[in-house]
């Protein structure tokens, strides 16, 4: 933000699921997403075989959260995902209650959408923001996925909405000219936009 405006703090995207808009709040940037509902399933051998150790609680809503009995299994899961493919919903996302400075701790693999591990992910923790803070009694949650890049979310649930918050680091800066076509079948008109 600061390199496009050196006092904007906030921005609006629009995404093809609507408006998602980003807040700097000091060194953090913080965006606010539905959270997910998440129901109690039954914990299978299908998922013990496919995350390599065996759940204590499993859950669903768009994504399958399985919950480990401690940081230590999540970050030495080695799931087999040709097995995690047939498993219930899109993501997979294997959590545990953190024992240090963070209250949990996940992995989030995605491997029916060709993505082996998700180094952070935001919708992730739409689903586990909720389910972390039922069971810890706290709206904020602060989180830490443990892939090999790993990183630290600072989360809020707020009603039915996961405040997550980051902080970012600049990747490049540049100038890109896109020239947009857009044809209308109706009347035969061609339009090019250059941005």
């Known amino acids: 933000m600061n390199f496009v405006e050196p006092d904007l703090t906030e921005v609006q995207f629009s995404t093809l699921s609507g408006k998602l808009s980003v807040k700097k709040k000091n060194d953090l940037y913080e965006m606010d997403f539905p959270a997910y509902e998440l129901k109690r399933i039954e914990v299978t051998e299908a998922m013990e075989k496919a995350i390599g150790c065996k759940p204590l609680e499993a859950w669903i809503g768009r994504d399958l959260v399985c919950v480990l009995e401690n940081e230590d299994q999540v970050i030495q899961a080695k799931p087999d995902l040709e097995k995690a493919k047939a498993l219930d919903g899109l993501l997979l996302h294997i959590t ?75 990747y490049s800066r540049g100038e890109l000219c896109i020239e947009v076509y857009r044809a209308s079948m109706q009347t035969g008109v061609c339009c090019l936009y250059t941005i």
């Open 96 to 170: 545990a209650k953190g024992k240090d400075k963070y209250d949990c701790v996940s992995r989030t693999f995605a491997p029916k959408l060709a993505v082996d591990e998700d180094p952070v992910c935001g919708s992730g923790h739409c689903h586990l923001v909720p389910l972390w803070s039922e069971k810890l009694g706290e709206k904020g949650i602060l989180a830490y996925q443990t892939s090999s890049r790993g990183g630290v979310l600072y989360c809020e649930l707020d009603g039915k909405r996961v405040k997550l918050a980051g902080k970012a680091a600049l």
